[in-house]
């Protein structure tokens, strides 16, 4: 069957897939910027990557072009607007908290230890993603027709996933006020 026909019989399908091939390229990628190379790249987490993103990432993604194009079925800067606002309310969260406790279920943490993770990473995760994602999103619901969305957010995405990647590895430090209070109780 071609992949065209499949694609229209499968609509899902095709962000499923291009999402199984980006999220554990963005790893990869990221995994050579942090010096590791094709002998030593950890193809486990590229592996996790390609699950979460084409089984997770990419229906919910889905799901939600599906919901904000049946709410505002108009295609114009105004509307674009409305549905990129809309979304770093509600979907952005939603998906930056999921992408953590997600990928750190994978990785087999333990709940509690996912849930920590989570605290310390999605909400400096998701003032980065305010930063791009409101203009991304007005170009995607304004100017791509609906059937092209999740492919075109795909691709803006694999930046994004590298950034998720590198956020997932990195260890963070505690802000300077925690610092200052722990040297304070010493």
């Known amino acids: 069957m071609p992949a065209k026909m499949l694609s229209k019989m499968h609509p899902m399908a095709k962000g499923m897939m291009t ?10 990628i990221q995994q050579t910027i942090e010096g590791r190379n094709f002998k030593t ?21 889905y799901g939600w072009v599906r ?9 114009n800067l105004r509307i674009g607007l409305l549905k990129a606002v809309t979304e770093q309310l509600s979907y952005g969260p ?13 990785e ?8 920590a993770e989570t605290k310390e990473k999605a909400l400096p995760t998701y003032k980065v993603g305010l930063c791009c994602w409101p203009i991304i999103q007005t170009i995607n619901f304004s100017l791509v027709p609906e059937h092209n969305r999740v492919i075109f957010v795909s691709f803006c995405s694999l930046l994004w996933t590298i950034f998720l990647a590198y ?20």
Do not use: I, N
């Not at 999402?19 to 990869?28: D, K, M, N």
């Open 67 to 75: 919901l904000t194009s049946a709410m505002w079925p108009q295609t």
């Open 167 to 186: 956020m997932k590895t990195r260890t963070m430090e505690p802000d300077h006020e925690q610092k200052r209070g722990s040297t304070r109780k010493s």
């Open 41 to 61: 790249f950890d193809w486990a987490r590229a592996l996790r990557f390609s699950l979460f993103g084409s089984l997770y990432v990419a229906p919910c993604l």
């Open 19 to 28: 999402y199984a091939l980006l999220w554990p390229t963005g790893s990869l």
């Open 108 to 115: 087999l943490k333990t709940f509690e230890q996912a849930v």
């Open 94 to 106: 939603f998906a930056c908290v999921s992408f953590f406790m997600g990928m750190s279920l994978l």
